[in-house]
Nanobody, 115 residues
Framework: QVQLVEAGGGLVQAGGSLRLSCATS????????MGWYRQAPGKQRELVAQ???????TYEDSVKGRFTISRDNAKSTVYLQMNSLKPEDTAVYYC?????????WGQGTQVTVSS
């Protein structure tokens, strides 16, 4: 069974920073594109950032220049460094692993940004 174990959410003031982490097995990490999605109340889940095994990255427009996704192959962990946080970044953040037709999700971690 594939597990994606997330950590790092919490409450922060606007302008602050948080770092999310997501650990999984080596077999998954060596093959899958890893990403972070978020879902705010009443909204659809959206892609925030994604990183391929070749470390090619993509970002949602509103987080460009503020968020950085990275992966540590030795630890089979993907990170999302979030700086200059805004209240509109408040959401549940989900780790995702995808490869061909396979798609796995973490349990989600709450990020709340107060104004």
């Amino acid at each position: 069974q594939v597990q994606l174990v997330e950590a790092g959410g919490g409450l922060v003031q606007a302008g602050g920073s948080l770092r999310l982490s997501c650990a999984t097995s080596r077999s998954i990490f060596s093959l899958y594109t890893m990403g972070w999605y978020r879902q705010a109340p009443g909204k659809q889940r959206e892609l925030v950032a994604q990183i391929t095994i070749r470390e090619r990255t993509t970002y949602e427009d509103s987080v460009k220049g503020r968020f950085t996704i990275s992966r540590d192959n030795a630890k089979s962990t993907v990170y999302l460094q979030m700086n200059s946080l805004k209240p509109e970044d408040t959401a549940v953040y989900y780790c995702n692993a995808e490869w061909r037709d396979a798609n796995y999700w973490g349990q989600g971690t709450q990020v709340t940004v107060s104004s």
